[in-house]
């Protein structure tokens, strides 16, 4: 018997790079990657919290739903932003390491996905609708995260919370100084955003309700705990921590807090506008790190608790997980819905309105997730973004828009 054939060396098979087998791996994983159901759920809760802020009744009626009132304003909208650092962590490869499979088609996936979402929320804000919309603001918290992309989890927590520290000192100086300054004039005059909305990139930055300055701290600690693998978190430990901390900031806040202004000391401006009273409270919207320090262990809270709540009662938890999977078409709906019907936009509207809002909200997200994967405006930021990289379509690399396992 002829042995040659035998003897013969095996065809080599191409030559294959780690770094391209690692791309197409991780690329692989979060293509397959499912929603995770209590971020949707969460995402669902600071909605209809936002929908309080605007349409519920005052937190001055008492009682249960005032009580619910108070804890909405201002709690659910950093919420919103906490989970928006969570969804950016997810889109680009969650606890893997960030950046691997293609970081600069990553960022550019990042900054396209915010910059048209920033046009939204400036699109709203031009309609002049009585919401202080946060989308614009959204956007631009997406495009400041995309340095901070490739940072491992305890990095991103360390600079967060030097930020939560220096931000708000930050925010209050150049806020003193910056109204009725020339340099305000200047930018109101060439800022094409100030121009098209009234609302310009110096608002989004620094004045505004949702200032960059005050606000990428939550966006730092959801991108750390994306980075952490939010699925495998102990949610006891998260939910300890969050009280924890929402405890210590709102009680040295409400020690601090009667010193009133004439007890705290600081360099006061020639106006005397320069008010360092503002940094000892923790109310919805002061910017203070204790409100920063507070909203984020809110926020762990009630994120530890839709973890598990969507997993014990997925059915119950339900409709609230479908109107959370579409909450940018959801949240631009119930503002011109606002806009259209004339309402203030303030606490004190009957509580009817603000069931209605949400009971329309959810019936609609059920039903339209009968027939599509992803809400209206959410298809549609994903195919843009899609075109506008070049990037294909038959590989979703993103597990917050990916609408498979809410049947």
Not at 39 to 61: K, N, Q, T
Not at 90 to 102: C, F, N, R, V
Not at 221 to 243: E, F, H, K, N, Q
Request: charged share 10%; hydrophobic share 50%.
């Amino acid at each position: 018997m002829s042995t040659t054939s035998a003897t013969a060396p095996p065809a080599e098979k191409p030559t294959e790079k780690p770094t391209e087998k690692l791309a197409e791996q991780t690329a692989e994983t979060i293509a397959v990657r499912p929603r995770i159901r209590g971020i949707d759920l969460a995402r669902g809760l600071a909605l209809f919290g936002m929908f309080a802020a605007h349409v519920g009744p005052s937190s001055d009626v008492g009682g249960l739903t005032g009580a619910l009132m108070f804890a909405a304003s201002g709690r659910s909208s950093i919420l919103f932003a906490t989970l928006a650092g969570l969804s950016l962590a997810l889109l680009s490869g969650g606890a893997t390491p960030p950046g691997a499979s293609d970081p600069r088609r990553t960022r550019l996936r990042i900054a396209v996905r915010g910059l048209l979402i920033m046009g939204i929320g400036v699109t709203l804000t031009a309609m002049g609708t009585p919401v202080a919309v946060i989308l614009a603001y959204y956007g631009v918290f997406f495009l400041l995260a995309i340095p901070f992309l490739r940072m491992k989890a305890h990095t991103l927590l360390v600079i967060a919370g030097c930020w939560a520290l220096v931000g708000p000192v930050v925010a209050l100086l150049v806020q003193s100084w910056w109204w009725g300054s020339s340099a305000a004039d200047v930018v109101a005059r060439v800022d094409p955003i100030t121009l098209i909305s009234g609302e310009g990139i110096d608002q989004l930055l620094v004045t505004g309700i949702y200032p960059a300055v005050t606000w990428m701290p939550f966006i730092l600690v959801g991108l750390a705990l994306g980075r952490m693998d939010i699925a495998r978190l102990s949610r006891t430990t998260m939910l300890a921590i969050g009280v924890g901390m929402a405890f210590v900031a709102y009680g040295f806040s409400a020690l601090l807090a009667p010193l009133g202004p004439q007890a705290v000391v600081g360099p006061p401006d020639a106006s005397g506008s320069l008010d360092w009273s503002i940094l000892m409270g923790a109310d919805a919207h002061t910017g203070s790190t204790f409100e920063i320090v507070g909203g984020i262990g809110v926020a762990l809270a009630i994120l530890a608790l839709c973890l598990g709540f969507a997993e014990w009662l997925p059915r119950l938890t339900r409709p609230i997980v479908a109107a959370g999977s579409m909450s940018l078409t959801i949240y631009v709906v119930h503002v011109l819905t606002i806009n259209v019907a004339g309402l203030d936009a303030m606490p004190g509207s009957p509580l009817w309105v603000l069931l209605a809002f949400i009971a329309g909200s959810i019936v609609f997200a059920l039903i339209w997730f009968r027939f599509a994967r992803r809400g209206p405006l959410e298809s549609l930021v994903h195919s843009t973004t899609a075109a506008l990289i070049a990037r294909p379509t038959s590989l979703s690399t993103d597990p917050t828009t990916d609408r498979r396992t809410h049947s």
